[in-house]
C-alpha cells in the first residue's frame, strides 16, 4: 500500500486527521536523552488522536537520523502511525536524490520538498525514489509564516503561457502534473487554501500547518478545504498533550465529517 491510501485509512479508522509536529525547544547537545525521552511521553499520550508524525530538524539535529530517532520512528510504526519529514528539499537532484534516499532508509513514509527547485535535475529523482519504494512527496505550496508572501505569493510569469500567476498558483499546478501526494498551505492562509484546492480539484489533499500559536483557526482552514491539520505547539507544549490533542481532533473531525 502506498502512503497515500496508508495515511488515509489511518486516519479514516481513527477518525482523526491531525499530524503531530513533534517539536520541541532547543535543548543543550548533553540533554539529548531528555529530548529523546519527552518525546516519547508525548507520542505515548497523544497516539490516538493522531495519524501520522512529522519530524523536523528540531529531533533529527540533536538525536541523529540512524541514532536517537531510530527509537521514535520505531514507536511511530509500534503506534500504526505514518512518519512525514519535513525536509523541505531544496537542492540540485544529485544531492536531493542522495537526501531522500537517507530518509526513506531510516524509515520515513514520506517527507515534503519545495517546488522552486523545479523538475529536471531538481525534484525529479526524488519523486523516481518514492514512487519506487511507494513513499510519499508532499510539496510546500504557500508557507504559514508572516513573510510566505515575499516568496510564495509572488506574481510570475508562466513559462508555458507568458501570463502573469500567483507563484504558489503555478506551483499546485506543478504538484498536479509531477504526481505529488499532498501539498502544505499554510493554515493562516485560508483564502489561499481555497484557491489552491480549486486548483487541484480535489486530487491531491492539502496539508496544513500553522494551528494555535502561528495564529490559524481549526475550522476556517477546513472549511477552506484542508484534509490534514499539521499541529505542534499547541499539543507538545500543552500542560495536557493528551487533553489538547483530544480536543483538536474531535473539533477538527467533527467540522471535516459533518462540515461546520
Ligand atoms: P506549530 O507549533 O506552529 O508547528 O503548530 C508547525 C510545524 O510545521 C512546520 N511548518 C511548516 N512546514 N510548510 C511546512 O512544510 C509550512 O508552511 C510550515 N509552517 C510551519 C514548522 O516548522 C513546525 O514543525
Known amino acids: 500500500m502506498g502512503y497515500r491510501e496508508k495515511i488515509e485509512e489511518i486516519a479514516k479508522n481513527k477518525q482523526t486527521n491531525i499530524v503531530l509536529a513533534l517539536d520541541f525547544p532547543f535543548e543543550r547537545p548533553e540533554n539529548r536523552q531528555f529530548l529523546i525521552e519527552r518525546a516519547e511521553r508525548v507520542l505515548d499520550a497523544v497516539h490516538p488522536y493522531i ?3 512529522k519530524i523536523n530538524h528540531h529531533l533529527i539535529l540533536p538525536l541523529g537520523l540512524f541514532d536517537g530517532l531510530q527509537r521514535l520512528l520505531r514507536k511511530t510504526r509500534e503506534k500504526g502511525l505514518v512518519a512525514i519529514v519535513d525536509s523541505k528539499i531544496n537542492d540540485i537532484g544529485e544531492t536531493n536524490w542522495v537526501i531522500a534516499e537517507y530518509y526513506f532508509t531510516a524509515g520515513f513514509d514520506a517527507l515534503i520538498a519545495n517546488p ?15 514512487k519506487k519504494n511507494q513513499k510519499g512527496v508532499l510539496l510546500l505550496t504557500y508557507m504559514s509564516h508572516k513573510g510566505a508572501g515575499e516568496g510564495y505569493g509572488q506574481t510570475v510569469v508562466d513559462a508555458e503561457t507568458g501570463f502573469n500567476k500567483p507563484q504558489y498558483y503555478l ?20 483564502e489561499k487554501i481555497k484557491e489552491i484546492n480549486e486548483v487541484l ?17 481549526i475550522e476556517a482552514a477546513l472549511r477552506a478545504g484542508a484534509r490534514f491539520l499539521i499541529v505542534g505547539r499547541a499539543i507538545t507544549l500543552a ?17 471535516l465529517t459533518a462540515r461546520c
Open 51 to 53: 495519524c501520522a508524525v
Open 239 to 255: 500542560e495536557n498533550p493528551a487533553e489538547s490533542a483530544e480536543k483538536i481532533r474531535n473539533l477538527a473531525w467533527q467540522c
Open 201 to 217: 480539484g480535489g486530487k491531491i489533499p492539502i496539508y496544513s500547518p500553522g494551528i494555535g500559536p502561528q495564529g490559524g483557526i
Open 171 to 190: 506551483f499546485a499546478l506543478k504538484a498536479l502534473k509531477w504526481g505529488a501526494d499532498g501539498v502544505v498551505v499554510g493554515a493562516t492562509y485560508p
Open 116 to 130: 522552486f527547485v523545479g523538475w529536471e535535475e531538481g525534484l525529479k529523482p526524488v519523486f523516481e525514489i518514492a
